[in-house]
């Protein structure tokens, strides 16, 4: 029971029972139930309700969840207030956000695609992954991530039915910010296929593909076959899609390979390598890029040296990246 409600013990003032009285009797009501209404006065302007919102939240008991709802509720109210909203775009707002969750499920997150193209994600990637200097940059982790990748040696193919795609040999270090190799660090890697389609975006399949992990070696060495990633749209098909189409903004995504990095007693990180020649760099959907995470994808086009040592025919690409973790918080 709040501290404000009335119990029998609540002492009213005469005129203020009367009213009370009067009016449960006319309603067929407890009168405990009504007091607060009659005898205290009510706000009745938009920063009346704000302050009276805010005052309920007073006695959360876990601070941190007090400032986050308080917080909440002023930038909210600031943000109806601001823009003037109608009743009727209340409305739609609700049910887009109701679309969105409807959008959903395990194969599908058009709450973390709607995060990332309101640039939430980004902002709280920032705040949460303050890097020293020289370490890998974080960036969003996106919609796409699926458990169960399968652990493939040095040098697995994580395409192995991609036949379009130009076979890509992505190589590299996993290393402490002082230079010195990390063995045993697991690299989680995804990507779209070469059609810019995810695994999870095709429909009658639940099969894995462009998914793999892999161990970096002894001197922080790993290898991953794969394809060039390309540019791709995220999915449009549901409210993000729309929201973006009335906004005159493009869904699309610069290429890019998906990376959590980790190993024992470092802060691991979620990432992308980006190719540094795509036309999307700029405009990115979801503002994931950042400069340090630029990769350069180089084409072969004739039997050389790589194509010996990695055992692929021309044309291919490779890439490198080296990925320098921070030390865990003790
Ligand atoms: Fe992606």
Redesign the pocket.
Known sequence: MSPNHPTKNTKYTKSAKKIWLEWTRSHGMEAAHTMTMITKPRGTTEDDITAEVLRRFDATAQPRLRDIMQSLVRHLHAFVKDVELTEGEWMTAIQFLTKTGHMCDDKRQEFILLSDTLGVSMVVDLINHRKPEGATESTVF?P?HRDGAPELPAGGNIAPRDKKGVPTIVSGRVLTLDGGPIAGAWLDVWQ?DSSGLYDSQYTGTDELHLRGRFRSDEDGRFLIRTVRPVYYAIPTDGPVGRMLSATNRHPW?PA?I?FVVSAEGCEPVTTHIFDDADPYLESDTVFAVKNSLMCTFVRHDSRDEDAARFGVEPPFCTARFDFVLKPALR
Do not use: E, M
């Open positions: 996106g796409f779209a995504r890019h998906h």
